[in-house]
């Protein structure tokens, strides 16, 4: 049965915000208390979507979670009608109003980690949401999107969505941003590559900056619960040097598909060590491995965290041409804009390069890679998906149309206090529920 690739792409929520909340994150730091633009922001996202399907690439939607959260709001003590919440904790905490309000849940990188049948001792896709649990505001995510995975991968017999790891520090998880999947063809068994930031029990170095979100432990652990098997999984830590340049999940310094790694020179500890074991795992399996990395000398850490060159997402197109899909920052920095031409104009694995405006997402250090939830699919379990979430002309029309009724154009630090945020947001995601066919997914409507 043929398998492909699909991605499945966040949806930017109505309550888009800069609020500064991610530490170790240099633009969501840098971008702290500016303007921001949610309609622009879902409009940039969707157009994303809409091209990559008109190119031919499986591509779905996933829906934003409830914002502002009167649920963390409650469960930290704030009580009365849902307005008098929200306005007690905006001038008693604002910073738990940011963190109730943001709109995170856009970046499904971060949803889950996901193995293909092919991989998995039942024969199932396995979802584990990742608990997130660095962030306050990226841990209340995870029951949350629980549930809307269980509403479009509903099929238990094809889908298996495990509950998230215990959120505490041992088991920081950050979902597929720290994964991997390499196969020569995306229906054959495939080696699975886990990167982690620090173990909690083991020795090896740690970040001294910024803090590592995911640790060793809890990357084992959604292995085991997929049932990945030793010889089709690789592990791998991440240079403790990097994370405190910023480069806060894998997938801000690498990016893998089918055979090729495309990575930074300082992406891992002991690089040479990683690409062997990856060879030697992918050579058991018939497959090769090409590693494309891009020295220091010609893109520095500081270019590839500002630019998110490798925040791209590299796509295989139905006549096995490899695409890279980069934000519009890559464009305008000279060295990375050097680089990608080069890269075209050599024999290399990326045979085209296609840009996208995603400044709103970007500007919270959110690129093209962040926005997307890689899922392979064979047929009958695309067909299982629910197929409202599928992008099309008819859902492109429709959600563009939906976004022009509800979101605002400009939402400031200071409206988060607007209590008709909360309503406004809670009327598009209702009327969200009928377009994707979700079912009251929301608390609200439950
Ligand atoms: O977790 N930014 C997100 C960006 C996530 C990017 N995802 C991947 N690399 N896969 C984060 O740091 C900033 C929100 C704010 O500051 O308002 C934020 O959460």
């Not at 090896?204 to 030793?230: C, F, I, M, N, W």
Request: with cysteine; aromatic share 8%; proline share 5%.
């Amino acid at each position: 049965m043929l398998a492909t690739e699909a991605n499945f792409d966040g949806l930017v929520g109505p309550t888009h915000n800069y609020a500064g909340l991610s530490f170790g994150n240099v633009a969501s730091r840098s971008n702290e208390k500016s303007v921001a633009n949610p309609k622009a922001a879902a409009k940039q996202g969707l157009r994303k979507m809409k091209r990559l399907a008109d190119l031919g690439f499986h591509q779905g939607v996933l829906p934003p979670l409830e914002r502002p959260s009167v649920r963390l709001l409650r469960d930290v003590g704030f009580t009365g009608d849902d307005a008098s919440v929200i306005a007690r904790a905006a001038r008693e905490a604002p910073e738990l109003l940011a963190a109730a309000s943001s709109a995170s849940a856009m970046w499904t990188a971060n949803a889950a980690t996901v193995s293909p049948s092919s991989d998995t001792a039942d024969g199932r896709v396995h979802f584990t949401p990742a608990n997130l649990a660095a962030k306050l505001h990226r841990a209340i995510e995870h029951g949350e999107t629980r549930r809307t995975l269980g509403a479009i991968f509903a099929d238990e017999a094809r889908f298996r969505i495990h509950h998230a790891l215990p959120g505490t520090p041992a088991l920081g998880d950050e979902g597929a941003a720290n994964h991997t999947r390499f196969a020569r063809e995306y229906g054959e068994r495939g080696v699975e590559f886990f990167v982690y930031g620090r173990s909690e029990y083991g020795q090896g170095p740690q970040p001294q900056r910024y803090p590592a979100r995911q640790t060793l432990e809890a990357s084992r652990a959604v292995a085991r619960l997929h049932g990945l098997s030793d010889d089709a999984t690789v592990f791998a830590q991440q240079t403790p040097e990097v994370i405190d340049a910023g480069v806060f999940h894998n997938d801000v310094i690498a990016v893998g598909n089918r055979t090729t790694l495309f990575c930074h020179q300082r992406a891992f500890v002991d690089q040479q060590k990683v690409y062997d074991e990856l060879r030697t795992k992918l050579d058991a399996h018939g497959s090769k491995f090409d590693a494309l990395e891009v020295p220091e000398s010609e893109v520095s850490v500081e270019d590839a965290v500002s630019s998110y060159l490798f925040n791209s997402q590299l796509l295989s197109s139905a006549d096995g041409r490899q695409l890279l899909v980069v934000p519009q920052e890559c464009r305008e920095n000279a060295r990375v804009a050097a680089y990608l031409d080069s890269l075209t104009s050599r024999k290399t694995p990326i045979d085209e390069v296609l840009v996208f405006d995603l400044r709103e997402s970007m500007k919270n250090g959110g690129g093209p890679a962040c926005l997307r939830l890689r899922v392979v699919l064979n047929e009958a379990e695309r067909a299982a998906v629910n197929p409202r979430a599928w992008m099309n002309d008819a859902l492109f029309t429709r959600l563009d149309a939906w976004i022009d009724t509800h979101y605002r154009d400009r939402i400031a630090p200071a409206d988060l206090a607007d209590p008709k945020l909360l309503a406004e947001s809670r009327a598009a995601l209702d009327e969200l529920t009928t377009i994707l066919g979700l079912g009251a997914v929301y608390d609200f409507q439950r």
